[in-house]
């Protein structure tokens, strides 16, 4: 069974950078066929997607926040990454990591709350 | 971007009466369409993918149909742990993969 597992500091500061790790059980990132996602939910309301990364290192991102966002992995410690800059209080959400098969996502992170906040 | 829109914004059904919910593409998704469950403090579960297909351990009374801009979710005799939010997701044309805005299905 694939399991993943987000991890990061869960308070940021405006003006910061966010950044989350999903570390995944169960399959190998490397090994192909599957994208590696991140969505959002902020509190009360819609999932957003936020982006992919592929194994062979392609990404692919919302263009709502493409300026901000860098997707990517370590195949070696099986973990994928987030990084959101330049954070505001309307990042504030649930954050979670997925895998996604032709943009089916069939297995889901827990989520983990991530507060913008001074 | 495709925007997803759901009806109703909340549907109340007994238990063990049918519960159709709906989702409308602005544009043809073709059947690149998926649904999600999603209880409190939960993340997704993957309900429905293909528009039609069950994902694995799906109980049957789940069901989804259509094609294009116009699709169904179907739960033909609501348990208790079937009220929850359930959101449409196309995934035909992207970036970005769209969400509907969920439906809260609850206990009437």
Sequence with gaps: QVQLQESGPRLVKPSQTLSLTCTVSGDSIGSGGYYWSWIRQHPGKDLEWIGYFYFTGSTFYNPSLQSRVTLSADTSKNRFSLKLSSVTAADTAVYYCARARAGIHEFWGQGTLVTVSS | ?108
């Design chain 2, 1 to 108: 971007e495709v925007v997803m829109t759901q009806s109703p914004a909340t549907l109340s059904v007994s238990p063990g009466e049918r519960a159709t919910l709906s989702c409308r593409a602005s544009q043809s998704v073709r059947s690149n369409l998926a649904w999600y469950q999603q209880k409190p403090g939960q993340a997704p579960r993957l309900l429905i993918y293909g528009a039609s297909t069950r994902a694995t351990g799906i109980p049957a009374r789940f069901s989804g149909s259509g094609s294009g801009t116009e699709f169904t979710l179907t739960i033909s005799s609501l348990q208790s742990e079937d009220f929850a939010v359930y959101y449409c997701q196309q995934y035909n044309n992207w970036p970005p993969i769209t969400f509907g805005q969920g439906t809260r299905l609850e206990i009437k």
